[in-house]
Nanobody, 115 residues
Framework: QVRLVESGGGLVQPGGSLRLSCAAS????????MAWYRQAPGNERELVAR???????TYLDSVKGRFTISGDMAAMTVALQMNSLKPEDTGVYYC?????????WGQGTQVTVSS
């Protein structure tokens, strides 16, 4: 019924910027939180940033000062502005939403930071 769709990934040089966006298709629901995760080849999926419906925001330590998450809980949209990108930021980025007992995931968008 509800599907999360990411966009904005791509290939960028170190020091560059990308903006990821996520939007829900289908029926809209008000989530408890929305977040961005990422997974590099051979690594576990890690939480990059999360925004809660009370306005609280959390970040992975390694992206603090470089990434900014923003969202509209009512519209069920979330974005991630990524600046000063490093090769270690490379991975598949996934949009996530939590509402009650339900957890929703997007299919992911590839971000590659390389020269």
């Amino acid at each position: 019924q509800v599907r999360l769709v990411e966009s904005g990934g791509g290939l960028v040089q170190p020091g560059g910027s990308l903006r990821l966006s996520c939007a829900a298709s289908g029926r809209m629901f008000s989530p408890f939180s929305m977040a961005w995760y990422r997974q590099a080849p051979g690594n576990e999926r890690e939480l990059v940033a999360r925004i809660f419906n009370d306005g609280r925001i959390t970040y992975l330590d390694s992206v603090k000062g470089r990434f900014t998450i923003s969202g509209d809980m009512a519209a069920m949209t979330v974005a991630l502005q990524m600046n000063s990108l490093k090769p270690e930021d490379t991975g598949v980025y996934y949009c996530n939403s939590v509402r009650g007992g339900a957890v929703y995931w997007g299919q992911g968008t590839q971000v590659t930071v390389s020269s």
